[in-house]
């Protein structure tokens, strides 16, 4: 599998899997941050090490605003 093709395979299926998790009111994603939201500060500085689609760190980048690095 090419380079390009193994990237639009991974857009596809992640899509896909974001769109399911909305299809099935699935909030792990909510979950995670209200279990972490008390130790996040504005400004603070936040890594997403890249497990996922992201949809995780929508309400972390929304707390922190630019300070999170992807």
């Not at 380079?3 to 399911?20: L, T």
């Not at 008390?38 to 949809?55: A, F, Q, R, S, W």
């Amino acid at each position: 599998m090419k380079k390009m093709d193994s990237i639009s395979a991974h857009d596809e299926e992640a899509a896909q899997y974001d769109q399911q998790v909305r299809e099935y009111n699935c909030y792990a994603h909510d979950v995670l941050f209200g279990m972490s939201f008390e130790y996040v500060n504005p400004h603070d500085c936040l890594l997403d090490i890249g497990i996922g689609t992201g949809l995780a760190s929508l309400p972390f980048a929304n707390e922190v605003g630019s300070n999170l690095y992807f």
